[in-house]
């Protein structure tokens, strides 16, 4: 269980690190902290 949370949180990571150039980085940088509070609350 544990590892596939790290493997979510790594493809998460990679998918938003590569999202970056054509996003606000604000914008990036909100929703992303968004989704991982939502991880660490409904987990």
């Known amino acids: ?5 790290l ?3 790594a ?3 990679m ?4 999202r970056v150039s054509t996003e606000p980085k604000q914008y990036l940088w ?3 902290a ?3 509070s939502a991880d ?3 987990t």
């Open 40 to 42: 660490y609350i409904f």
């Open 7 to 9: 493997l979510l949180l």
């Open 30 to 32: 909100n929703k992303w």
């Open 34 to 36: 968004l989704n991982l």
């Open 15 to 18: 998918t938003e690190f590569f």
């Open 11 to 13: 493809y998460r990571c």
């Open 1 to 5: 269980m544990l590892y596939s949370l």
